[in-house]
């Protein structure tokens, strides 16, 4: 017995780890002990297979979401913090959407279904334009928050933040003579132990402050802002 359900279930648990883009319908079914045009009859194209997996990616972000609090500024760190969360979870989905734009919000649906995407999208836009943005302001802010969060989970999920290369990094640095570079030598250390726990939403803060200079007011204390060195 094989259904669309489990096709989609198999190829969203592979999509955690391996690539989307990598995920076909061969290796599915080798994966599901069946033959590729089982696999096609039920899904379809592989256009369908894509979009099924990142529909379920946004239903599962869906379904974490908690109420709004009114204050934009808070419900933006919240989805922000929890969309960088499930990135990391979804390794394979995001790196499928930092190289196609296909699906990166609206999904490829049949008569009936929800297209999750959409709904994630309207939720965002939707909480900018309680906190007065015009249309413009609203759709550069999601664009930005966006790719910011995108970007910060990428490079965590690739291991690229420079926490996960430390003794590289110090052992380069100060391998060469101080008087030299005195730039990476006054930040070595601070920099080579970099990691998201400490950039992400420190970078995040920086974000939504300057969403703040475009409604005129002063950034708010109490948020955990960093201390000026």
Do not use: C
């Amino acid at each position: 017995m094989l259904s669309r359900e489990q096709i989609l279930d198999r190829a969203t648990t592979l999509a955690k780890v391996e690539p989307l883009g990598d995920i076909s319908m061969v290796g599915l079914a080798r994966e599901l002990g069946v033959t590729p045009t089982l696999i096609h009859y039920y899904i379809g194209s592989r256009d369908d297979l894509i979009s099924g997996v990142a529909n379920r990616y946004f239903k599962e972000r869906i379904s974490r979401l908690q109420p709004l609090t009114g204050d934009w500024q808070e419900d933006l760190r919240r989805e922000a913090t929890q969309s960088f969360k499930m990135w990391g979870e979804y390794g394979g989905v995001l790196r499928y959407m930092m190289s196609h734009n296909r699906f990166r919000l609206f999904q490829q649906v049949s008569e009936g279904e929800t297209d999750y995407g959409v709904l994630y999208l309207d939720r965002l836009a939707g909480i900018f334009r309680k906190g007065g943005f015009t249309p413009k302001q609203a759709a550069i802010g999601y664009h930005l928050l966006s790719q910011y969060v995108m970007s910060s989970a990428y490079a965590e999920v690739s291991r690229q933040l420079p926490a996960f290369h430390e003794h590289y990094i110090r052992g380069q640095i100060e391998s060469r003579p101080a008087e030299q570079l005195p730039g990476a030598h006054y930040f070595a250390e601070a920099f080579s132990t970099l990691d998201s726990a400490t950039s992400f939403p420190e970078g995040l803060r920086l974000l939504i402050e300057s969403f703040e200079s475009w409604l005129g007011t002063k950034p708010r204390s109490g948020r955990g802002q960093a201390k000026a060195q």
